[in-house]
T-cell receptor, first 110, second 113 residues
Framework: GQQLNQSPQSMFIQEGEDVSMNCTSS?????WLWYKQDPGEGPVLLIA?????ELTSNGRLTAQFGITRKDSFLNISASIPSDVGIYFC??????????FGAGTRLTVKP | KAGVTQTPRYLIKTRGQQVTLSCSPI?????VSWYQQTPGQGLQFLFE???????NKGNFPGRFSGRQFSNSRSEMNVSTLELGDSALYLC????????????FGPGTRLLVL
């Protein structure tokens, strides 16, 4: 099925730097979700967004639901080594179908 | 509270066989969703069960089916396995629906030879 467009595919950053990744869709979404997956484990929900324009924080993580309802971004501030992993965006379309981005692989150098 | 558990963790099958995967949700969660994860296609939604009824369905062929029991435990079945069915199968549970906070299990890694 149609997936979300997530970018960048990978990032290599220095510890302490800020990170930004985003997801876009050609159709409107009712929710936007951001997950993190560590090797050998299932994804863990980081932030859920339910309303256009909504800006939500979870510790060093901040995510926003785009005004057009077709995009979302996730920012991580002051990255630390344990931020390493794959970050996925996901969303529920108008038919309640759930789509995922391909993931952003984050590497943090100490 | 125990997390979502999935059994088995690893499975090897051959083409044409069928397979059944099991998922036990977090106690009190009534919604169980299933996902397929592959390097090429990423995470794809299979279906969601709530109170023993399939409530939402992704775009997968009829070879993929599931069910949910009265204790909310769920099983997923794939019949006539194809090589392309090799993937990590994840289940997730939430109290009332997959639009809520979902808690994922560790997954079952299926290899079809």
């Amino acid at each position: 099925g149609q997936q979300l467009n997530q970018s960048p595919q990978s990032m290599f950053i220095q510890e302490g730097e800020d990170v930004s990744m985003n997801c876009t869709s050609s159709s409107i979404f009712n929710t936007w979700l951001w997950y993190k997956q560590d090797p050998g484990e299932g994804p863990v929900l980081l932030i859920a967004l339910y309303k256009a324009g909504e800006l939500t924080s979870n510790g060093r993580l901040t995510a926003q639901f785009g005004i057009t309802r077709k995009d979302s971004f996730l920012n991580i501030s002051a990255s630390i080594p344990s931020d390493v992993g794959i970050y996925f965006c996901a969303g529920h379309g108008l038919n309640n179908d759930m789509r995922f981005g391909a993931g952003t692989r984050l590497t943090v150098k100490p | 509270k125990a997390g979502v558990t999935q059994t088995p963790r690893y499975l090897i099958k051959t083409r044409g066989q069928q397979v059944t995967l099991s998922c036990s949700p977090i106690s009190g969660h009534r919604s169980v969703s299933w996902y397929q994860q592959t390097p090429g296609q990423g995470l794809q939604f299979l279906f969601e069960y709530f109170s023993e009824t399939q409530r939402n369905k992704g775009n997968f062929p009829g070879r993929f089916s599931g069910r949910q029991f009265s204790n909310s435990r769920s099983e997923m079945n794939v019949s006539t396995l194809e090589l392309g069915d090799s993937a990590l199968y994840l289940c997730a549970s939430s109290p009332r629906g997959f639009e809520e906070t979902q808690y994922f299990g560790p997954g079952t890694r299926l290899l079809v030879l």
